[in-house]
C-alpha cells in the first residue's frame, strides 16, 4: 500500500493559462474521487469515477473543468482558462468499492496569479 | 441537502487534558458520519466511521465519538491530548457513498505544553 500519489504538490500559473494535475490512486482501489479546499474551509466534492467511469460531477464543477480516468488506474484533472477563484488545494481520494474507507493524497496546490 | 457544522473554528487545549470537538448535522434521515485529521502538508486521514449499531464508535489515535441521534451530532473525544494531536479536524457526512462526503469547516486544535 503506497499510499494515494499526486502530482505536482504545488502548481503556480498565471490566469487564463491551462493546468492539470494527476492523481495516482492505491492500486486495488477502484473508485476515485476529486474535492476542492480552500483557506478556512473543508474540502468540497467535485467528481468521482468507478473505474473508468465518471459517475457524478458536482455542480461546482464549471465547463473549465474535465476529469478523465482513460484505464480505471490515475485519473487527471485539467483545468482550462484559470481564474483566480480556481486557487485552491485539489484533492485526491480512493478507495474499494464496498469499504468506505477513503484515502486521500496530500493534495496539489494551485496558486493562481 | 445534507449540512455539517463546525461550531468550533479554534480550541486550544494544554497537553493531558481531554477534548471534545464538536460536530452537528442537518438531514432527513441518519447519514454516514466521519472524523477526519488533516496536518499541514500531509492528506486528510480517517479517524473513525459511523454507520449503525453502536452510538460509541472508537477510533486511532485513542479518539472516539459518540452519535446522538435526538441532538444531530457526532462529537469527537479524547480523554487525553497529546502535542502531536495539533492539527486541523473534519467532521464528514455522506448519505450512501462515502466518497461523496459533504465536509464541516473544520476545527483548528492547538495543544499547549
Known amino acids: 500500500d503506497t499510499g494515494v500519489s499526486q502530482n505536482p504538490r504545488h502548481k503556480i500559473t498565471k490566469r487564463g493559462q491551462n493546468v492539470t494535475f494527476r492523481c495516482d490512486p492505491i492500486?486495488?482501489?477502484?473508485?476515485l474521487y476529486w474535492y476542492r479546499q480552500t483557506l478556512g474551509q473543508g474540502p468540497e466534492f467535485l467528481t468521482y469515477?468507478?473505474?473508468?467511469?465518471?459517475?457524478?460531477k458536482s455542480r461546482l464543477l464549471s465547463d473549465r473543468f474535465s476529469a478523465e480516468r482513460p484505464k480505471g488506474s490515475f485519473s487527471t484533472l485539467e483545468i482550462q482558462r484559470t481564474e483566480q477563484g480556481d486557487s485552491a488545494m485539489y484533492l485526491c481520494?480512493?478507495?474499494?468499492?464496498?469499504?468506505?474507507?477513503?484515502?486521500f493524497g496530500s493534495g496539489t496546490q494551485l496558486s493562481v496569479l | 441537502a445534507q449540512s455539517v457544522t463546525q461550531p468550533d473554528i479554534h480550541i486550544t487545549v494544554s497537553e493531558g487534558a481531554s477534548l471534545e470537538l464538536r460536530c452537528n448535522y442537518s438531514?432527513?434521515?441518519?447519514?454516514?458520519l466521519f472524523w477526519y485529521v488533516q496536518s499541514p502538508g500531509q492528506g486528510l486521514q480517517l479517524l473513525l466511521k459511523?454507520?449503525?449499531?453502536?452510538?460509541l464508535v472508537q477510533g486511532i489515535k485513542g479518539f472516539e465519538a459518540e452519535f446522538k441521534r435526538s441532538q444531530s451530532s457526532f462529537n469527537l473525544r479524547k480523554p487525553s491530548v497529546h502535542w502531536s494531536d495539533a492539527a486541523e479536524y473534519f467532521c464528514?457526512?455522506?448519505?450512501?457513498?462515502?466518497?461523496?462526503?459533504?465536509f464541516g469547516d473544520g476545527t483548528t486544535l492547538t495543544v499547549k505544553p
Open positions: 459511523y454507520f449503525s449499531g453502536d452510538t
Open positions: 464528514a457526512v455522506a448519505i450512501t457513498n462515502a466518497g461523496k462526503s459533504t
Open positions: 481520494a480512493s478507495s474499494r468499492e464496498g469499504n468506505e474507507k477513503l484515502f
Open positions: 469515477f468507478q473505474n473508468e467511469a465518471q459517475l457524478e
Open positions: 492500486s486495488e482501489h477502484n473508485r
Open positions: 438531514y432527513g434521515a441518519t447519514p454516514y
